[in-house]
C-alpha cells in the first residue's frame, strides 16, 4: 500500500525559501507513468494546486508560482521535494504531496491525485 | 487559466437526501475533470476522474456526470459521513486548477 509523508520545517521567514520532502513507502518514486505533485490549502480557503512532475522528468507548475517553484524526484531517498522560493504570508498553508491514480479494472492511468500524505502546515512569519 | 466555478457555494440537507453540486469552467476541458472530497484534518479523497469513473473503493452512491464546461457530481443519498466539502479539478490544460468548493451540511 503506497504511502506518503510530508517532511519539513513548519515555519519558515519571509523571503527565505520552503523546503518540504514527500517521503514515498510501499511504492517507488521512479515508477513510470505517474506523476507526483503538491497541492495547498491556505487557512480558511480551498485548495490550490500547486504543481507536479512526471517520472519523465517533465514539470509543471501553477502559473502564479511558477518563477519561484522547483519540484524534484529523488529516486535514492524514493522522495520527492517542493521548493519555494522568496515566501511571503500569502505561502502559509497546509502543504500536500500527492500522486497519481491507476484503476487496475481498465488498466487506464489517469492523471489525478489519488494517494494522498496527511499534510503539514507551513507558517510564513518573522 | 481555466476558471471553475462551483455552486451552490452551501447545501444544507439530511442523511438520505439526494445532493447534487455542479462545476462550470470558463472554457471546455472536454472530460478531463475530477472530483475530491475533503474534510478537516483530513487529506483529500478523490471520487471521480475523468467525469464520470468512479476511483477505486467509492461507493456507487456517488457519481458524476457532464463534459466541455459543465459537470455534476451526485449523491444519491446521504450517508453521515458524506458530509464534507466538494473540490471539482480540471486538468485539460497544463494549468490545473480546482473550484472553490462546496460545503455539504447538516440541515
Known amino acids: 500500500q503506497l504511502q506518503l509523508q510530508e517532511s519539513g520545517p513548519g515555519l519558515v521567514k519571509p523571503s527565505e525559501t520552503l523546503s518540504l520532502n514527500c517521503i514515498v513507502s510501499?511504492?517507488?518514486?521512479?515508477?513510470?507513468?505517474?506523476?507526483w505533485g503538491w497541492v495547498r490549502q491556505p487557512p480558511g480557503k480551498g485548495l490550490e494546486w500547486v504543481g507536479a512532475?512526471?517520472?519523465?522528468?517533465?514539470?509543471y507548475y501553477n502559473p502564479s508560482l511558477e518563477s519561484r517553484i522547483t519540484i524534484s524526484v529523488d529516486t535514492s531517498k524514493n522522495q520527492f521535494s517542493l521548493r519555494l522560493s522568496s515566501v511571503t504570508a500569502a505561502d502559509t498553508a497546509v502543504y500536500f504531496c500527492?500522486?497519481?491514480?491507476?484503476?487496475?479494472?481498465?488498466?487506464?492511468?489517469?492523471?489525478?491525485?489519488?494517494?494522498w500524505g496527511n499534510g503539514t502546515t507551513v507558517t510564513v512569519s518573522s | 487559466e481555466i476558471v471553475l466555478t462551483q455552486s451552490p457555494a452551501t447545501l444544507s440537507l439530511s442523511p438520505g437526501e439526494r445532493a447534487t453540486v455542479s462545476c462550470r469552467a470558463s472554457q471546455s476541458v472536454s472530460s478531463f475533470l475530477g472530483w475530491y472530497q475533503h474534510k478537516p484534518g483530513q487529506a483529500p479523497r478523490l471520487l471521480i476522474y475523468d467525469a464520470s469513473n468512479r476511483a477505486s473503493g467509492i461507493p456507487a452512491r456517488f457519481s458524476g456526470s457532464g463534459s466541455g464546461t459543465d459537470f455534476t457530481l451526485t449523491i444519491s443519498s446521504l450517508e453521515p459521513e458524506d458530509f464534507a466539502i466538494y473540490y471539482c479539478?480540471?486538468?485539460?490544460?497544463?494549468?490545473?486548477?480546482f473550484g472553490q468548493g462546496t460545503k455539504v451540511e447538516f440541515k
Open positions: 510501499g511504492g517507488s518514486v521512479g515508477s513510470s507513468r505517474y506523476y
Open positions: 512532475m512526471f517520472s519523465t522528468g517533465s514539470t
Open positions: 479539478q480540471q486538468r485539460s490544460d497544463w494549468a490545473w486548477t
Open positions: 500527492a500522486r497519481s491514480g491507476y484503476d487496475s479494472r481498465y488498466n487506464y492511468y489517469y492523471y489525478f491525485m489519488d494517494v
